[in-house]
C-alpha cells in the first residue's frame, strides 16, 4: 500500500501562490506516476497536473497551463505543485493522486493511491 500526506494550502489573495506537497510513504518503489487533482464545491474531481518516473514531461490542464508547475523529489517521495497568478476559480480542495502505472489517464479512475486532500482558497 502507498499513502498520500498532502500539506500547504490555505488562503490567498488573487495573483498570489502557494505550493502544494505531498508525501508518499509505504510502497513508494511501486509508484510511477503522481498527480494533482482537484474538486470544487459542488463539482466532480478533475486533473490539473501529473508527472511520470520515466517521462520527463509533465501535462496539464489547460486551466493551469503556465500557472502552474508539478515537480517530484524521488529521494524524498514527494511531489510539488507550485501555483502562482492564482485566481478564485482555483479555489477547491486539491488531491494528491499516485499510480504504479507509467502512462495514466487524466481522470480519478485512473489513479489507485489518494491523498485526504487541502484546501486551497483564493479571495477576490
Known amino acids: 500500500q502507498v499513502q498520500l500526506v498532502e500539506s500547504g494550502g490555505g488562503l490567498v489573495q488573487a495573483g498570489g501562490s502557494l505550493r502544494l506537497s505531498c508525501a508518499a510513504s509505504g510502497r513508494t518503489l511501486s509508484i510511477s506516476t503522481m498527480g494533482w487533482f482537484r474538486q470544487a464545491p459542488g463539482k466532480e474531481r478533475e486533473f490539473v497536473a501529473r508527472?511520470?518516473?520515466?517521462?520527463?514531461?509533465?501535462y496539464y490542464a489547460d486551466t493551469v497551463k503556465g500557472r502552474f508547475t508539478i515537480s517530484r523529489d524521488y529521494a524524498k517521495n514527494t511531489v510539488y505543485l507550485q501555483m502562482n497568478n492564482l485566481k478564485p476559480e482555483d479555489t477547491a480542495v486539491y488531491y494528491c493522486?499516485?499510480?504504479?502505472?507509467?502512462?495514466?489517464?487524466?481522470?480519478?479512475?485512473?489513479?489507485?493511491?489518494w491523498g485526504q486532500g487541502t484546501q486551497v482558497t483564493v479571495s477576490s
Open positions: 493522486a499516485a499510480d504504479p502505472k507509467i502512462r495514466v489517464g487524466p481522470t480519478v479512475r485512473d489513479y489507485d493511491y
Open positions: 508527472i511520470s518516473r520515466t517521462i520527463s514531461n509533465a
